[in-house]
């Protein structure tokens, strides 16, 4: 009777004691750890390539003879103007800057500098007879080059997050030539040729993107490799070239040039810097 006794107390205090503990406050968990998602910024120097397509608008030379020699414009041994289209293949590189005033989204400022080979070399020959004023038969040679075109220009925009749409405007020079000849079938030759770095400027605008950083792209290990599409337009002037006699009496021509046109192209850069 007494061990039926102490058995029954004894498993009413252990059920006891375990309620109790069951009622005590738990340890409390460690609380997740989260990693925030840096915010991407434009902020940044950077450096790339670029490739695209080049093309003339005013693609015209002008012609007047000095003094007596402008019968031959007007009969037209010489022509008054001559179409000279030039377009072609142009790709170089690039590097600059960007500052961003608020990371995430807002206003982008940038400087950027570039330089790129241009395809555009036209030539134009033409063979003009017209007894009725000269009983030879003329030849009339042009040609216009842009072997180059570079350029230093500001760039502002808006962000959206990695997206950026921007305006570009700023110096821009390059290397032209410019030759005229007209020969008759007789040795009179009037020539004149200019090759030199031509200035003026460039203005345009384009779309930016972004990519992650661990794009198959990014060869250079940066922060940030970007891909746009721009187009910019430059124009380095008009300049008259003298077309002077190589022997014979007279003086010459007056053939005008203009150096002006377009790129649309597409470019890859390398960001390095914040984030």
């Not at 309620?19 to 940044?44: I, K, Q, Y």
């Not at 001559?82 to 170089?92: W, Y």
């Not at 004023?133 to 080059?145: E, G």
């Not at 405007?169 to 009179?188: K, L, M, N, S, W």
Request: charged share 15%; aromatic share 14%.
């Amino acid at each position: 009777m007494l061990k039926s006794l102490l058995t029954a107390g004894a498993t009413v205090a252990l059920s006891v004691g375990a309620a109790s503990a069951a009622d005590l406050p738990r340890r409390a968990a460690p609380p997740p750890v989260f990693t925030p998602v840096p915010v991407f910024t434009w902020t940044g120097a950077y450096f790339g390539i670029n490739a695209g397509y080049a093309y003339t608008e005013a693609d015209r030379v002008s012609t007047v003879g000095i003094g007596a020699l402008q019968a031959n414009v007007t009969n037209g041994l010489r022509r008054a103007s001559v179409p000279l289209a030039q377009d072609g293949f142009t790709a170089g590189g690039q590097v600059g800057y960007n500052y961003q005033f608020t990371p995430g989204s807002g206003i982008v400022v940038g400087l950027e500098a570039d330089a790129a080979y241009t395809d555009l070399n036209r030539r134009r020959t033409e063979s003009i007879f017209l007894p009725a004023f000269n009983p030879n038969q003329l030849t009339n040679t042009y040609r216009a080059d842009l072997s180059f075109l570079g350029t230093v220009r500001g760039r502002i925009g808006y962000a959206f997050d990695r997206f950026l749409v921007y305006g570009t405007g700023g110096f821009a020079y390059g290397d032209v030539t410019q030759t005229v000849a007209f020969r008759t079938g007789v040795p009179q030759t009037y020539f004149g040729n200019r090759s030199r770095i031509e200035t003026g400027y460039a203005y345009g605008g384009g779309v930016e993107y972004a990519m992650p950083t661990d794009s198959f792209l990014n060869v250079f290990k940066s922060n940030a490799v970007t891909v746009k599409v721009e187009y910019l337009r430059y124009d380095l002037g008009s300049r008259n070239l003298l077309v002077a006699s190589t022997g014979g009496p007279g003086v010459g021509y007056l053939s005008r040039f203009r150096t002006e046109g377009s790129l649309v192209r597409a470019g890859l850069n390398f960001k390095f810097g914040t984030f």
